[in-house]
Each structure stands twice: as C-alpha cells, then as structure tokens.
C-alpha cells in the first residue's frame, strides 16, 4: 500500500513538474519576444483587464517558466469568471492536492486498493467539476439581474442620464455579483478606456450571450445612432419571454428529468439493498478482481447514461 502511495505522490509530483517547466526548451527560446507583445497589448487594456490577463498569460521571469498555454488560459478564463481571485498556478496546486487527499483516505479508511488509486483522478475532476458549477451559479445570478439591470438603465437614459450616468445609478441598486463587474467597467473609464472597450472587456469576463447581445446592441447604437433606451427595451422584452419559454420547457421535461435520476439511482439502490440482504454474496463484487472490474464497468456506464438523459432534455433557447 505505501508502494501505491508513493507512485500515486511521484506521479502527481512528476504531472505538477511537467506541467510546471512546459514550453522551457523552444519556448524559453521566444521568451523576450513573448514577453514584449505581452507588454504592449496589456498596455492598451484597462486596468481590470490587465489584471485578468496576467492571471491567464504565460511569461518566463527570471528563468521561471510559469503555466502556459490554451489550458492555463482556460483555466484563467473560468475562475475569473467564478470569481474566484486564484491563477492557473495555484489552481493546479489545488487540484492535485485534493485528489491526493482522496487517495490517502481510499487507503487507509477501504479495503479496496482500487479507491487508493482512483482517489487522485477522482479529486482532480472532481475540483474541476466544482469550478464549474460555480462558474455557472455566479452566471446564472447575473442573467437573472440583467433584465431588471435594463429597465433601470432605461428608466436613466429616460430621464436625461447618459450611458456611463445611468451605469452608475444603476450600480448603486443592483446587488452582487453584477454589481461587481458595472463597477469595473466604471472604472476603466475613469482610467482611462473609452466607453467600447469597457463593455468589449465587460463583455469577455462575462461570457453569457445575454450579455452578448445587450452590449452588441449598445455598441452598434454608439455607432450608427437611435433611441438607446427603446432599444434596451425591446432587449428587455426579448430576455424576458426566452425566460418565459425555459420555465415552460423545463416543466414539459420535468418527467424525463425525474426518470433520468431514478433510472440512475435503481442500480445504486439495488446494491445496497443486496449488501444489506446478502452481504457475503455482495461483497464479492469488491474482493474479487472480475467484481471489481464489473463496479467499474457498471460505474462508467451510469454516469455515461446519466449524462446523455440530461444532455437529450437540456434544450438551448
């Protein structure tokens, strides 16, 4: 067991390494001009945005080659996005830790050698899984600000505001985490960035099609002219009735969401009722290599039926 453990340590280790020292050879030998197109496209970004990028970028310092690359980028991107304040770095660290927790307590609290060495594969898409959800929980309660959002912004325009005026009584009466991003974009401006790069850089962070279209209809407004507070309303309007349609939608699937998680749940059910009627016959299934292989099998084919179920009733609007 102590073997298994330290392969598990040195493989995450040597994972964490790679990883870690990516890009050192080649990459090392573009470094300074790397390095200098950096500086000058982080020079033209606001403030916020600077920071951000440098939480996603990849840049050799005093020979310390730090995470690069499209996975780092990505890893940046979405924990932005969470809002979390963490980088890419420190997000691996986290990765790896969890998973190799996981494998320490598979082995020494089951009799399973399997649990030890799933354990770190496991806690390393679980943390990934979680960043997700978090991701798309931080969204969501931005979406369902983004109407009411609107109507302030129209009520402003209405009442002789401009732009910038009515974003900045809106901040004062819309709650977190929207909130937090209209003050960031308020403050590119008083940085210094005009008015279209802040909502462009509003924008990326984001990353919802509501917002999407709300901040492409106020550009295209800033460009070619018209009335910006009826155009917000019909936008409005637009957001609310593709609500109206999800909520109809989610309770026409209701029923085969609900056979979805009971079909998933009956093999689960089964095998504990199983343990409990007959746990010698059972038990098989955990000290026996063929058993082993056959959980296995069964667990892979659950998540993947699961997985389509909720993929067929998750209709995009």
């Known amino acids: 067991m102590l073997m298994i453990l330290a392969a598990l340590c040195a493989g995450a280790f040597a994972t964490t390494g790679v990883l870690w020292f990516a890009g050192a050879g080649a990459a090392n030998v573009q470094a300074a001009a790397r390095l200098n197109r950096l500086k000058e496209a982080e020079a033209a970004l606001p403030t916020d945005t600077k920071i951000s990028f440098r939480r996603r970028g990849a840049v050799s310092l005093a020979g310390i080659t730090v995470l690069s690359g499209n996975l780092a980028g990505n890893w940046g991107k979405d924990l ?61 309660k931005m979406e369902s600000q983004l109407v009411e959002l609107l109507q302030m912004l129209s009520s402003g325009l209405r009442a002789g505001f401009g732009l910038l005026q009515a974003l900045e009584a809106a901040a004062e009466q819309t709650p ?61 309007h637009t957001m609310r009735e593709r609500e109206r349609i999800r909520g109809e939608i989610r309770t026409l699937t209701s029923q085969q969401r609900m056979t979805g998680y009971v079909i998933g749940g009956i093999p689960i059910g089964l095998l504990m009722i199983f343990f409990v009627i007959s746990p010698e016959f059972t038990s098989l299934l955990f000290t026996d290599k063929l058993g082993r292989m056959l959980l296995m099998g069964a667990a892979v084919s659950e998540t993947l039926g699961f997985l389509v179920i909720q993929k067929i009733v998750n209709i995009e609007i």
Do not use: C
Request: charged share 20%; net charge positive.
């Open 80 to 140: 932005e996005r969470a809002g979390l304040t963490i980088n890419a770095k420190e997000y691996l660290f986290i990765r790896i830790a969890v998973g190799l927790m996981l494998s320490v307590v598979g082995m020494m609290f089951s009799p399973i050698p399997i649990l030890a060495v799933v354990g770190l594969p496991l806690g390393f898409l679980a943390t990934g899984f979680w960043l997700k959800r978090k991701k798309a929980s931080r969204l969501h």
């Open 176 to 236: 977190a985490p929207l909130q937090l991003e209209i003050r960031r974009t308020l403050r590119d401006t008083a940085m210094g960035a005009s008015v279209e790069q802040a909502l462009t850089s509003l924008n990326e962070r984001v990353g919802s099609p509501d917002f999407d279209i709300v901040i492409t209809a106020i550009l295209i407004q800033r460009s070619v002219g018209g009335n910006l507070a009826e155009i917000l309303d019909n936008v409005a």
